[in-house]
């Protein structure tokens, strides 16, 4: 028995070819262009997928494309090899649209099939990772929408289970995460992942819907946009398919960040400060303190009269500089370096300020030693070659 795997180098399908593989199955693996191991064949040209289903008994199928047109033909071409389909469809898909129309053309095909509704994609949020990484807050609507992430893995052991086991046809599979998390949440937690502190920048409705039509039409930016307004009151449902089929618990959202680490792409040291020093420099200190982690460690003993105190945590270490600077006018800030020397460097700065109550202009000197872990400053420590003002 031959299993032909469409999108198999994509989220999912590479996820299916390895499991099907590893149950002994012979796997298809197609993609639009031949190589790497894969068969050429193209959805949108049905003609060129008679060699890609030739001696194929069954197909796992994902269909790519914001409607359903040119489904039946495709459909047909695969009914003249295959007798099951396998198909990723919606969790929506009992409400109409693009899944409904392709699960409604393949009962029509006369193919077996097995339809397999997740929720939303978990890796639909990598979305927000350039701005995370960046320093910037995640731009999205309806931040306290509650949704149930689904980790495609999770999609790919049922369609494996749906694939190579008897008692799956004619079956519907609705699938999601174990938990529901609003967007506001999973932005949190990426920015864990990625050893960052990551925010949130609420959209409009209308601002969302002007980056939807980018790439989307109207009907589906506006579809899109209803769902989710929907979801601030009646989140995405849990629901224990896939515990039930497979006996294990599915995956968290936590574990689909971690399984994605190098995706977020962790900022490396030296990354981590020339972001630190160019935030100096241009004025835009929030995004110097983004770079913090949120338990940071600050040592500065001068300030605190010679003796080793350690401040922990970034609103303590606020608190310290409040404290320090309350009387003075910081007029100019001068930043040399950095200089990085594998997971730490060091910045010199030089204050140059002014003692509001009595009128007295001076400079401070300082050279701080940074620590940097997972993408973030875990340690600050403060050597001051002149004695600060508190």
Known sequence: MTILVTGATGNIGRHVVTGLRERGATVRAMSRSSGHGTTAGDLTRPDTLHDALSDV????????????????????????HARRVVYVSALSAEHGGVWSDVEAAIRRSGLEWTFLRPGGFATNTLEWVPAIRAGRPARLPYPEAGRSLVHERDIADIAVLALTEDGHVGETYALTGPEVLTQAEQVRILGEAAGRRATVEELTPDEARADLLAWASEEFADSALAYWQTLVDHPEPVIGTYEKLTGRPSRTFTRWAHDHAGDLGRLSPAEVADRYVTAFRTGTLDQALELFAPDAVRVAPLEHGGEHVELRGVGAILANAERIDHDLEIRDVTVDGPYPHGDRFAVRFTFDHTHVPTGSRSSVTKMSLYTVTNGAITREEVFYLDSPAG
């Open 57 to 80: 008994d069954s197909v796992f199928l994902l269909w790519p494309f914001l409607s359903a047109e040119g489904i039946d033909e495709v459909l047909r071409v695969i009914a003249r």
